[in-house]
């Protein structure tokens, strides 16, 4: 499974945007997909996740209600909206898939062996 990552960009303070990720290859019933991120000088935090057959969705707690991650598998698309930025949500954002799905580690980024090359995205304030 190849990932591709766009959409990322230059925003101000409670802007929106939407980010896409392209997959490549078979994507099976078992599979999750997810976004994580990484700001300079931090470690790589888990955002959202989706449980590719039943569309379950997991957020981070400082996104809920404000991102909104959904997938179309006609197309194999996972997309991650993004409204009401704020300066803290700028990170590069990876996306990744994992091929087993298991419900109580969905964040755990050892779990996704797939990832994405990663868009920027940069909120003023």
């Known amino acids: 499974v190849q990932l591709q990552a766009s959409g990322g960009g230059l925003v101000q303070a409670g802007d929106s945007l939407r980010l896409s990720c392209a997959a490549s290859?078979?994507?099976?019933?078992?599979?999750?997909m997810a976004w994580f991120r990484q700001a300079p000088g931090k470690e790589r935090e888990f955002v959202a996740a989706i449980r590719w057959s039943m569309g379950s969705t997991y957020y981070v707690d400082s996104v809920k209600g404000r991102f909104t991650i959904s997938r179309d598998r006609a197309k194999n698309l996972v997309s991650l909206q993004m409204n009401s930025l704020k300066s803290e949500d700028t990170a590069v954002y990876y996306c990744a898939a994992r091929s087993r799905w298991i419900v109580s580690d969905y964040g755990n980024s050892k779990q996704y062996h797939y990832w994405g090359q990663g868009t920027q995205v940069t909120v003023s304030s």
């Open positions: 290859g078979d994507i099976f019933s078992n599979y999750g």
